[in-house]
């Protein structure tokens, strides 16, 4: 089984096949995603909010990225590992970038890095992949700027900033890039900058028109509760059949039937 580099995942836009990309923060999950062929796991900051419970992903720290990735690596053998960048952990400085980005692939086995931003990042960009650190661009409703864009809404509906992110998207590529997620962008315009750019785009919210797409995976399985963005497919609630399992768990306790003699020693 041949592992997914940044070169299978530029060859597949070249052939036209999908790229398929879904969130994992653990060894289970990541093992099982990772036997079933998905070409990428990202290990995202979004764990902050699935896993850690906090309201943004502005509080995630390098030490817990760090944690869920090497958790992720040691499941994987055929996807490519993408370690999601956390707020604060690349802005400050080309060198706190760098030395950031090198802790993923250095201590937690990931094989590329994804960063927020557009032209104001790409000197970090050219710097991470000149030092031979695999990068994933991120362009539209980017998470880690919430408060800046004002909510998660969608990005680049009017001509001024549909304008600004082709032009970022082209500075990225430019940068050297192998990828980018298109976040919350109209259909069209991410139809553009997919056809404009040589290195493949993953829509998440983005339409059809992406060269892949991503899911936040908690969401694909209707685990997480607390809302349903638009853009997410449920293909399953697995939060009903746990719930139904821990209850008659609970109950099986309470009234004695379990342990049984089949499980005791």
């Known amino acids: 089984m041949e592992r997914v580099t940044t070169q299978t995942i530029r060859k597949m836009k070249q052939d036209g096949k999908k790229i398929t990309m879904l969130t994992a923060y653990d060894y289970s999950t990541a093992a099982m995603l990772d036997q079933v062929g998905i070409d990428i796991l990202l290990v995202g900051d979004s764990l902050g909010m699935v896993v850690l419970g906090y309201e943004t992903t502005l509080p995630v720290t390098m030490d817990e990225m760090l944690h869920h990735t090497r958790a992720v690596a040691r499941a994987t053998n055929r996807a490519m590992v993408v370690g999601d ?20 692939l250095k201590e937690a ?3 590329a890095v994804k960063l927020e931003g557009g032209v104001e990042i790409t000197d970090t960009v050219k710097k991470l992949v000149d030092s ?28 001024e900033t549909a304008k600004k992110m082709i032009k970022d998207a082209m500075a990225l590529e430019e940068a050297g890039i192998f990828s980018l997620v298109l976040e919350c962008v109209p259909t069209m315009l991410a139809k553009e900058i997919t056809e404009k750019i040589s290195v493949p785009t993953i829509g998440i919210g983005a339409g059809i028109y992406c060269d892949g797409q991503v899911l936040v995976t908690h969401d694909l399985l209707g685990i997480f ?9 449920r293909y399953v609630e697995l939060n009903k059949p746990i719930k139904k399992a821990v209850n008659e768990f609970i109950e099986e306790v309470r009234e004695g039937k379990f342990p049984g003699p089949e499980h005791s020693f």
């Open 85 to 104: 960048m956390p707020f604060m952990s690349y802005q400050v400085s080309v060198e706190q970038a760098l030395e950031n980005a090198g802790k993923f």
């Open 109 to 111: 086995d990931a094989h």
């Open 132 to 159: 031979g650190i695999p990068v994933m661009g991120h362009l539209g409703l980017t998470p880690q700027s919430i408060h800046q864009l004002g909510g998660y809404g969608v990005q680049g509906k009017e001509d």
């Open 225 to 233: 509760e607390k809302f349903v963005p638009k853009f997410v497919k």
